[in-house]
């Protein structure tokens, strides 16, 4: 199940690379140099999410749209009820998240980590801080969680 999620993170970054690539070349035009136009189309991608068109059930038959945001290697993933309960850790660096949940004045993002550790039922499934998302204002693009 881990090889599946990792497969679909790839290649949706891979398109939405693809994607960056046209758009900033086309903006950079014939004013940037090559080096310039990558470091701008790294700098894009680091900073966007995005919305796919895919779906994910979670084990308690929660269905998600995927939004794909780039986060820092290592990063813990929390029980979404249990305060620094830590069920997982996300290796990938562009990961899918299902919704978003504030707490304690921050914005939590719900994903499957790579890595489910500790013995919680959770099986990897839980909350990435917002610290831990390299991507600019991902709460604006990704829906707010339903409590429940």
Not at 16 to 32: H, K, N, Q, R, Y
Request: charged share 15%.
């Amino acid at each position: 199940m881990r090889t599946s999620r990792r497969l679909i993170s790839g290649l949706v970054g891979i398109a939405a690379l693809a994607a960056g690539v046209t758009t900033s070349a086309g903006a950079a035009g014939a004013t940037g140099t090559a080096a310039d136009e990558a470091a701008s189309t790294k700098a894009a991608i680091t900073a966007s999410c995005v919305k796919s068109n895919e779906y994910i059930t979670d084990p308690w038959g929660s269905t998600y749209r995927l939004t794909y945001c780039d986060n820092v290697y290592g990063a813990s993933v929390f029980h979404p009820r249990v305060t620094n309960q830590r069920v997982g850790i996300m290796y990938s660096t562009r990961s899918w998240f299902g919704c978003k949940s504030a707490r304690a004045g921050s914005w939590r993002y719900y994903t499957w980590a790579d890595e489910a550790i500790g013995t919680s039922d959770q099986n990897g499934w839980g909350m990435m801080p917002g610290s831990q998302m390299r991507s600019s204002n991902p709460h604006l693009i990704i829906p707010t969680c339903e409590e429940g």
